[in-house]
């Protein structure tokens, strides 16, 4: 008979606990495998410093390559494979492709990680993965120990794909509104489009669905999120999983500062470009258009004009992350033309931007870190979505937390000139600004209490 323990810092779960764990009396060893992306890593390493932070030992590992710096304290950064072991050798590879790739290469090299750990005399306990890679899992539960999947999505978008998991929401989706429970009302337009369109994205369907895969067995499911954000759905996932969250993760300094010298993620795939906190020094308070889409979107070109025109036809002041491999999409002349209104730079710290008073707006693609920084620190959102979760993220940015706003895109997918002014204006100077404000700030607040007073293990 299976009976409920309370393991690791006062979880309790109803798994059976494995053999290793019954003997062992010191502090638990975590290996924690982010699906390597940097909206993976971010918020993955946030909460391996927390756990370190109360004396669990860490070992954080990702495919060689990966980063370009792995400052994270005190944490193990080790390596596995999935199968290239090198940006070169992965570049042009299709996702169906790496992610094949990845599970193979993955289990086997992880199996010898923590073969090697145990070698060494620090054997694992537990192992923490990304839903994204539920092999992680299945390695867990063949060396007989404790598995948690982390899922780095909201618990909203998490039941879409349980939903689809279990047969109850047939994708293609057809129907004009969709109707799921915890969620409000949602339009196709609302909808990751893997649901809508899955022949366009071919194996990503599979691998968004797929983090359900042996989730009902592991013994502790993590969600990036905060329960208040969307308690329907969290309570409506926890009739059917055990789901904990554990958000925000975002480092200490900008939230309860009780970690000494978290004052970033520490491991980046990107080098931040310094000049732009300079920049914003010089500007008054709540002033600054602060523009970013992540770190792997790639807009049309089209796109990236309409948002260079509006940014000129606001006359505000901006300040416009785009990529290097992006770049090449701006109008000619368009960084000469801007400059002295606007600074454009291929990657920053943008929690130290968000942070800065002087940033009054956040034109975002709504990926899930970004849109919990910008409510962790209370700066309202205009949302252009580009594909994932970004959709659904932005209508609740807009209709449940109401910080921000959802601009439209006109029939062929573009999001205009037009409506892009009209967007940032209604959120930096409409008449709903001030609410938006004040809704942002209360978010803000929010993210404080619920790390200090349900999160109880931080
Ligand atoms: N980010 C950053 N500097 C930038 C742009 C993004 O540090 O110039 C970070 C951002 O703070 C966030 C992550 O990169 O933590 C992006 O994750 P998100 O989920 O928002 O989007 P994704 O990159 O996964 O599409």
Known sequence: MITPQTNLHGYTTTKSKPKEMEKKQQKP???ILPYPL??????????????AHKGITITFAVPQGILTSSAAGNIAVETISDGYDSAANRAGVGPQERLLSFKTAGTESTSRLIEKLREGGRPVDCVVCDAFMPWGLAVAKSKGLFGAAFFTQTSSVNVIYYNVFKGLLKVPVLEKEIVLPGLPPLAVSDLPPFVV????HPGLLELL????????DSH????NSV?????????WMKKSISVKTIGPTIPSLYLDKRLQDDTNYGL?????DDTCMKSLQQRSPKS?????FGSMAKLDKHQMEELATALKLTGKHFLWVVRSSEVSKLPENFTDEASGKGLIVSWCSQLEVLAHEAVGCFVTHCGWNSTLEALSLGVPMVGVPWWSDQATNAKFVMDVWKVGVKACPNEEGVVGHEELVSCVKHVMEGERAGEMRENARKWKELGKVDLYTRNNFY
């Open 227 to 235: 329960y208040e954000l969307e308690e329907e759905a969290n309570d």
């Open 288 to 292: 600054v258009i602060y523009v970013s």
């Open 29 to 31: 060893h975590c290996l």
């Open 268 to 272: 980046s795939m990107f080098k931040p």
């Open 209 to 216: 669905v797929g983090q359900f895969e042996g989730v009902e």
């Open 38 to 51: 940097q909206g993976h890593i971010n918020p993955m390493i946030q909460f391996s410093k927390r756990l």
């Open 197 to 200: 369109e899955p022949e366009k």
């Open 220 to 223: 502790f499911v993590f969600v």
